[in-house]
């Protein structure tokens, strides 16, 4: 990889901060093209470029960021980091000149002592300084900045990080900003690197030091912390010289993975906090997650140079960016998902954390609130890291798509322009030619993806014999006006096995990732004509699992020129594979897909030949999938539980999923709880599937003492349908209320499909369950 120096044309670190290989280019210097232009376009029209005429906390006249007598809290720094990238990228005439307005505007905001904005939020946490929300905004200040060369934002920027260090320890440790502080260092360097101003180092030490623990272990589980935050001690590394900091931000993100991200599509099973035991690829990734941990990777492959960190992004980038939108970018979801087969505005209590509905698309100002705000930063901040400058004065093509790059290079600083033409990730061909108005000589890196083992390259139409060292390739030479370079990536068909996800396989071919193609039927739900929110029903089968060893056919599509490529109609790309149904995997009574069983399944069903497309290109899909084989295990159906209540944050499946709780008041597993109906009388059914013979019960009961207010309830008893009667069961022993135990109880062996639990709950409590069994 290009040497970690103090050289190079963009801003390099000062000593005593560790010498890195890349340097970012400045806003402007990357012009977007193909398809990644096409995306930006559509997000300039859609729902970031015009977010402010849809959502109430992006108003200017009122807003506290300009007017600090009013509130404001995180919406409209999330919103003008993405927003003002955006113009910066696409030249957007409106989008520039509406971010300069908000620019000024909380520039004149500034106090003496160097706070800005809202007043309440000096003194919002424990009577002290709320400093996460102006985290993303120093980052939309700093690309002004390299954009605009505004002069002000350098001082504007002093005066508030001085604000910080006058700060008591305690205050770094509060709140949202308590696990990001990773976004603070990152500025603090920036300025540090342009002013030298040693104090700020010292403030380095404070944010790190105060903040939540990464070195250490992960602080906490919160999937969008995570994604900003696990990187922070590989960065305040750059200061200490330790190399157990940066071993810290691998470990960290090895544990998270292994943990939660045993799916396909780079992201990890977030979709509020992680959780054990919802690690299924049902799970979702929060939308803001996904541009967060895509910006992590960036900035992890500028301190480092480690391509796999390239890879990820490129990953997150391809198969789950786009799907979090509808194909216009006039609307998206909060969470998306690797195996997912209805987009519903219902809340999904055996599938996600929050108590508000997650999957349809919806502009969203208040049910989703954050991740409409802050997805925007997600394609402008991965078209300027397209390119790099070295510090070695060459340049580095590290993530590839169609653009043009202008930037300063050789000893002297030479103005170089570099054009890209590809259709990658959709083809293996990418070319370089040069435009100067004089020959050159720098090194040009051309990154090799962890996937491409083998690649060629050629210089004017001859082979050059050069491998790839640490993942990159090094050509340097005198390069003339005209000159051009063809990189072959090719694109194998490979299936990946999750041993720790039931043996499930996925499916790729280069960067891309493959998905079930499902039909999809679109059904507007509410919003306007212009900005219509939107539900996706399947209209095809969906329950099929991939026979074993089977040989995957690539189609090459003709496609109308400037179509969409991550839909189901633009995509140049399918592939045919043989598959059968497994009609026992059913989804769950709240139209969820699902959770999946052992691989390999047996399968009674024919084999067919079954479409996958870009998993980028299809809102609803099966990418996890059970592998099929004549010696493999039979599907079971599962339980259909329903109950007279659920607290929107617990799990109906709960109490079938067969996993035992150490105590009553075990966290660590997923519960089924009736809060908050307290004192009254509720209950829990199963539908068996099937008629059986049933004559006992056990029930783990849910009980907080100490820390909340669900408790083992005053009785209980176990009912059976008779027809269309309920009935309870005879000859029932004593019905248990213990806590940390089972409680079982016999019966007179009924004969039914479906059983129902109804508990009396004590008098100002609640209650649940953790493990519910009948036999």
């Known amino acids: 990889m290009p040497p970690a120096s103090r050289s190079g044309h963009y801003v390099p670190n000062r000593a005593p901060l560790q010498p890195v290989p890349f340097q970012k280019l400045p806003p402007g210097a990357i012009e977007p093209r193909g398809w990644l232009a096409q995306q930006l376009d559509l997000q300039v029209n859609g729902l970031c470029g015009r977010y402010d005429e849809i959502s109430d906390f992006l108003p200017y006249d009122g807003n506290g960021w300009v007017d600090p007598a009013q509130g404001a809290w995180e919406e409209l720094p999330y919103w003008l980091r993405g927003f003002g990238d955006l113009g910066y990228v696409t030249g957007d005439t409106g989008v520039l000149t509406r971010t300069e307005r908000w620019l000024n505007g909380i520039i004149a905001t500034q106090a003496p002592d160097g706070w800005f904005g809202p007043e309440r939020l ?56 308590a696990f990001r502080w990773g976004d603070n260092i990152d500025s603090a360097y920036w300025l540090y690197n342009r002013t030298g101003d040693t104090w700020l180092l010292e403030l380095v030490g404070k944010m790190h030091s105060g903040s939540a623990d990464y070195v250490s272990g992960i602080p906490n589980w919160h999937n969008v912390n995570l994604a900003q935050g696990f990187r922070e001690p590989l960065q305040y590394g750059l200061l200490s010289g330790d190399p157990s900091h940066s071993a810290a931000t691998y470990r960290n993100y090895a544990t998270i993975m292994g943990l939660y991200g045993q799916f396909p ?52 980038a391809f198969n789950l960016l786009p799907a979090s939108y509808d194909a216009q970018q006039k609307v998206m979801h909060y969470v998306t998902c690797a195996n997912s087969i209805q987009l ?88 370089f030619t040069v435009q100067a108005d004089r020959s050159t000589s720098f090194p040009f890196y051309l990154r090799a993806p962890g996937w491409a083992p083998e690649f060629s390259v050629t210089v004017n139409g001859a082979r050059t014999p050069t491998g790839a060292q640490s993942g990159w390739i090094k050509l340097e030479r005198t390069w003339h006006p005209g000159d051009r370079v063809v990189l072959v990536l090719p694109m194998r068909t490979s299936t990946r096995v999750w041993p720790d996800n039931q043996g499930s396989v996925s499916v790729d071919r280069g960067p891309l990732t493959y998905s079930l193609a499902i039909d999809e039927r679109y059904e507007v739900i509410g919003g306007t004509q212009e900005w219509p929110e939107l539900a996706v029903y399947p209209e095809s089968p969906w329950n099929y699992g991939l026979v074993a060893a089977t040989h995957f056919d690539v189609v090459r599509r003709d496609v109308a020129p400037g179509s969409n490529p991550f839909t189901h109609e633009g995509t140049p790309l399918q592939l045919k594979a043989n598959a059968q149904r497994i009609p026992q995997w059913e989804a769950d009574s709240e139209d969820v897909v699902g959770l999946l069983q052992p691989s390999p399944v047996r399968s009674e069903q024919p084999v067919e030949q079954v479409t996958l497309v870009p998993m980028g290109a299809a809102r609803l899909r099966i990418t996890s999938f059970p592998s099929v084989a004549p010696t493999g295990a039979t599907w079971r159906y599962r339980t259909r539980v329903t109950a007279s209540h659920v607290n929107d944050g617990d799990s109906l499946e709960a109490p079938d999923d067969g996993r035992s709780p150490a105590s009553s008041a075990d966290t660590s597993v997923p519960r089924f709880t009736w809060w908050d109906r307290r004192g009254s009388t509720e209950w829990i059914q199963y539908d068996l599937r099937e008629a059986r013979e049933v004559s006992a019960a056990a029930a783990y009961w849910f009980d907080d003492t100490g820390v909340g207010q669900c408790r083992v309830p005053a009785s209980w008893r176990v009912l059976w349908l008779d027809g269309s009667t309920w009935r309870p069961v005879d000859r029932a022993a004593a019905y248990g209320v213990e806590r940390d135990r089972l409680n079982q109880v016999s019966f007179a062996p009924v004969l039914t499909q479906y059983l129902r639990v109804e508990a009396v709950l004590r008098p100002s409590f609640s209650g649940g369950l953790l493990e519910l069994t009948f036999s």
């Not at 996460?132 to 390299?146: D, Q, V």
């Not at 954050?370 to 790099?388: K, R, S, V």
């Open 265 to 316: 599509g780079g992201g990890f099973a977030g979709d509020e906090n992680s959780r054990p035991g919802f690690g299924d690829p049902r799970q979702g990734f929060e939308t803001c997650g996904i541009v967060e941990l895509m910006h992590t990777f960036e900035l992890l492959t500028r301190f480092t140079g480690d391509t796999a960190w390239t890879d990820r992004c490129e990953e997150l």
């Open 344 to 431: 519903d505005d219902r809340v999904k209590h055996g599938q996600f954390q929050n108590g508000f509905a997650m999957q349809a698309y919806k502009y969203g100002v208040h049910q989703y609130r954050c991740c409409p705000h802050n997805y925007g930063m997600g394609w402008p901040y991965y078209a300027q890291e397209l390119w790099l400058a070295t510090t070695d004065n060459g340049l580095a093509a590290s993530m590839y798509a169609a653009s043009k790059v202008t930037a300063k290079v050789g000893i002297a600083g030479t103005p170089v322009s570099v054009v890209q033409d590809t259709d990658y990730p959709f083809g293996d061909t990418i070319t």
């Open 122 to 177: 000096r003194t919002s946490l424990e009577n002290g300084p709320d400093f996460w929300p102006g985290m993303p905004l120093l980052a939309a200040f700093r690309s002004w900045h390299e954009y605009s060369g505004d002069e002000r934002v350098i001082p504007f920027m002093t005066d508030y990080l001085r604000f910080q260090h006058t700060q008591p320890a305690e205050v770094f440790n509060r709140s949202w900003g």
